[in-house]
Structures are given as structure tokens and as C-alpha cells.
T-cell receptor, first 114, second 110 residues
Framework: GESVGLHLPTLSVQEGDNSIINCAYSNSASDYFIWYKQESGKGPQFIID?????DKRQGQRVTVLLNKTVKHLSLQIAATQPGDSAVYFC?????????????FGKGTKLSVIP | NAGVTQTPKFRILKIGQSMTLQCTQD?????MYWYRQDPGMGLKLIYY???????DKGEVPNGYNVSRSTTEDFPLRLELAAPSQTSVYFC?????????FGPGTRLTVL
């Protein structure tokens, strides 16, 4: 079955630096991936997604890179701000499954040092 | 749109008690999901629904039940609460792939 996991459980970065959060997946049938941000005491919030026919997608200050060859994706946050401090989850799904289920990794806690 | 709403926000149960966690979405999404999140862990799928009247088990369904009588509502029922069900519960909905989450219910079973 699918497993989605993160390489690092915690990440500390200086304010203004760029952050990179990594994620690996095992299910070759996964064809879309989503990054979520979860602040303390809140539900996961959508950040950005990417489909398997793309290898890069950019949003506001965030970029997701997908490497299907090694089943790896990453989230890059530019000019990290204190408000970016949160737990970040990657999730993967297979659109052919018909139920749009997602499998989540454990998360990486990002701490921004002012 | 309010999105996905959940009630209650917090609840403490005694072992053996029962309760229903409420979830409502106003986006007319067909797909709805219940997850639990244990400390320091990712989200595990309990049950999901692909439309009114249709539900199915996820990864960790034991000890829970669901129903889906309307598109908007997807309640989660705990019949005999156990300490192992202490967790934060999230409801989510989607129309295609990106799931949108409610704020969660923090449940403690003592």
C-alpha cells in the first residue's frame, strides 16, 4: 500500500532564509500530492498541490518539486517568516481510486528563529 | 461559506460512554472523511463517504460508526469510549482531490 513519509521530523531556520521540507512516497499509483500546513490547535490548511504530470509548481513564496523517478517531493518556502512556523504534512493520492483518499506523512515541524 | 465545521471543540468522556462528533460542510462536496490525529503523528483515516447514503471503512474504523443521510452532514459515533480513542478528530471534504479540513475535536477518554 501507499506510505508517505518525511525525512526530517523537525527543522529550524532563521527568519528570512529559505526552508526545504522533504517527503518520500512509495505508491507508484499516486498521481497527485498536496502540502498542508497545520498550526497549533488548528486543522490542516491547504498550501499547494502538484500532479504527476508536472515536476514543479509555484505559489506565493512556496514551490513544490516532484521527482517521480525517486518518488520524492519537496516544499520550498522562500524568505521564511515567523508565521510560517507550523507542522507541514505531505499527502498523496491516486485519482483512479475513485474515493480521493489521501495518505499522510507524519509531518515536519518548522520553527522559524527571529 | 463556512467551509467545514465541527462540534464540539473539546470533550472529556468516561470509559464506556458514547458520543457523536458532528461535521457539516456547506460546499456541496460529495466526498467526506473522518481522521484521527495522535500526538506527533500524521492523520489516519477512520471512515469516508463518497455521497449521501454511502460510507466505507478507512484504516482505523474499529470502535467507530458513521452515517451519511445528507450531503452536508457526516457524524462520527463512538459507542463505547476507550482510552485508546483519546485523540484529535478531523473531518474533511472534497469534490475532486484537495481535501478541506474542519478545526477538529479534541477528545479525551478517562
Amino acid at each position: 500500500g501507499e506510505s508517505v513519509g518525511l525525512h526530517l521530523p523537525t527543522l529550524s531556520v532563521q527568519e528570512g532564509d529559505n526552508s526545504i521540507i522533504n517527503c518520500a512516497y512509495s505508491n507508484s499509483a499516486s498521481d497527485y500530492f498536496i502540502w498542508y500546513k497545520q498550526e497549533s490547535g488548528k486543522g490542516p490548511q491547504f498550501i499547494i498541490d502538484i500532479r504527476s504530470n508536472m515536476d514543479k509548481r509555484q505559489g506565493q513564496r512556496v514551490t513544490v518539486l516532484l521527482n517521480k523517478t525517486v518518488k520524492h517531493l519537496s516544499l520550498q518556502i522562500a524568505a521564511t517568516q515567523p508565521g510560517d512556523s507550523a507542522v507541514y504534512f505531505c499527502a498523496g493520492g491516486a485519482s483512479g481510486a475513485g474515493s480521493y483518499q489521501l495518505t499522510f506523512g507524519k509531518g515536519t515541524k518548522l520553527s522559524v528563529i527571529p | 461559506n463556512a467551509g467545514v465545521t465541527q462540534t464540539p471543540k473539546f470533550r472529556i468522556l468516561k470509559i464506556g460512554q458514547s458520543m457523536t462528533l458532528q461535521c457539516t460542510q456547506d460546499m456541496n462536496h460529495n466526498y467526506m472523511y473522518w481522521y484521527r490525529q495522535d500526538p506527533g503523528m500524521g492523520l489516519k483515516l477512520i471512515y469516508y463517504s463518497v455521497g449521501a447514503g454511502i460510507t466505507d471503512k478507512g484504516e482505523v474504523p474499529n470502535g467507530y460508526n458513521v452515517s451519511r443521510s445528507t450531503t452536508e452532514d457526516f457524524p462520527l459515533r463512538l459507542e463505547l469510549a476507550a482510552p485508546s480513542q483519546t485523540s484529535v478528530y478531523f473531518c474533511a471534504s472534497t469534490e475532486f482531490d484537495t481535501q478541506y479540513f474542519g478545526p477538529g475535536t479534541r477528545l479525551t477518554v478517562l
